[in-house]
């Protein structure tokens, strides 16, 4: 990293403590990851060979790997995991970094923390600015109508005439309940009624209004479907242990073999 980044990190050295008893404020060890990414950028065969279209792969892999700490409760392992998804966004942003000045694609690790920092104070009025709320409802209602707002600046920037679709933004590049259980929420909350949300008749159109179902029931569908999926797992593992502690290979087991250890496995 440059000499002028690592002035900067001094000087925030000499701010206020955080109570951890360091005298350093929250964050400061992160100028170390991005001297890490940079030198690593110069210095590693791997990591200098890198694009963004290399690292997407990895992006979607650490998110899933972070899921997954969440969902077993692995709070120790959640700081890391954490580490391996924040490495994502230095790397992305070192990449970007070594464009040359006046490339519209160029941004550094500074630009990315701006954009957000700006999206947030400008989604919470209620908290930077004036605005006053009654609750989370209101709170949600403001953020939808900031977001069109943002969303139609962007179209007129981009040349057109500033009319956009409720349902624009939202990436179909997710997995499919994910995508199913966002599209109907946007839907919803932006007036669309909530009964013409279903089952179309075509291919799909069953898993689609299971998803509404689930939504009505004030569920998540992903984390249900998952947590589903987490316990048919392990009823699979108990019959099969309950199978070898009888003797047999699960991979040997005739259909009728298998109801008997899967009850079996349901009441144990």
Same mark, same amino acid.
């Given at each position: 990293?440059?000499?002028?980044?690592?002035?900067?990190?001094?000087?925030?050295?000499?701010?206020?403590?955080?109570?951890?008893?360091?005298?350093?404020?929250?964050?400061?060890?992160?100028?170390?990851?991005? *001297?890490?990414?940079?030198?690593?950028?110069?210095?590693?065969?791997?990591?200098?060979?890198?694009?963004?279209?290399?690292?997407?792969?990895?992006?979607?892999?650490?998110?899933?790997?972070?899921?997954?700490?969440?969902?077993?409760?692995?709070?120790?392992?959640?700081?890391?995991?954490?580490?391996?998804?924040?490495?994502?966004?230095?790397?992305?942003?070192?990449?970007?970094?070594?464009?040359?000045?006046?490339?519209?694609?160029?941004?550094?690790?500074?630009?990315?923390?701006?954009?957000?920092?700006?999206?947030?104070?400008?989604?919470?009025?209620?908290?930077?600015?004036?605005?006053?709320?009654?609750?989370?409802?209101?709170?949600?209602?403001?953020? *939808?109508?900031?977001?069109?707002?943002?969303?139609?600046?962007?179209?007129?920037?981009?040349?057109?005439?500033?009319?956009?679709?409720?349902?624009?933004?939202?990436?179909?590049?997710?997995?499919?309940?994910?995508?199913?259980?966002?599209?109907?929420?946007?839907?919803?909350?932006?007036?669309?009624?909530?009964?013409?949300?279903?089952?179309?008749?075509?291919?799909?159109?069953?898993?689609?209004?299971?998803?509404?179902?689930?939504?009505?029931?004030?569920?998540?569908?992903?984390?249900?479907?998952?947590?589903?999926?987490?316990?048919?797992?392990?009823?699979?593992?108990?019959?099969?242990?309950?199978?070898?502690?009888?003797?047999?290979?699960?991979?040997?087991?005739?259909?009728?073999?298998?109801?008997?250890?899967?009850?079996?496995?349901?009441?144990?």
């Amino acid at each position: 990293m440059s000499g002028g980044a690592s002035r900067e990190g001094n000087r925030m050295n000499d701010g206020p403590g955080d109570g951890r008893g360091d005298g350093q404020p929250v964050g400061y060890r992160l100028l170390r990851l991005v *001297e890490v990414m940079d030198t690593l950028r110069r210095e590693c065969p791997w990591d200098r060979d890198q694009t963004h279209g290399s690292l997407a792969k990895y992006l979607i892999q650490e998110a899933y790997e972070t899921l997954e700490t969440i969902e077993e409760g692995d709070v120790a392992l959640l700081r890391e995991e954490l580490g391996d998804v924040l490495l994502q966004v230095v790397f992305h942003a070192a990449i970007a970094a070594e464009r040359p000045e006046g490339d519209p694609a160029r941004f550094t690790v500074d630009d990315v923390a701006d954009a957000i920092t700006d999206k947030m104070t400008r989604r919470h009025p209620h908290v930077f600015g004036g605005a006053e709320v009654a609750g989370a409802d209101e709170v949600r209602s403001n953020w *939808e109508a900031i977001k069109a707002a943002e969303r139609a600046e962007k179209a007129r920037a981009a040349g057109g005439d500033g009319r956009t679709s409720v349902l624009d933004g939202v990436p179909f590049a997710q997995p499919a309940v994910l995508l199913a259980d966002e599209l109907q929420r946007r839907a919803v909350r932006n007036g669309f009624p909530a009964d013409l949300v279903g089952d179309d008749g075509a291919e799909g159109g069953e898993l689609f209004a299971a998803v509404a179902a689930e939504r009505g029931r004030g569920r998540d569908a992903e984390t249900d479907l998952r947590a589903a999926a987490r316990r048919f797992d392990a009823r699979v593992r108990a019959a099969e242990d309950a199978a070898r502690a009888d003797g047999r290979e699960p991979r040997e087991l005739s259909e009728a073999q298998w109801r008997t250890y899967w009850v079996k496995a349901g009441e144990a």
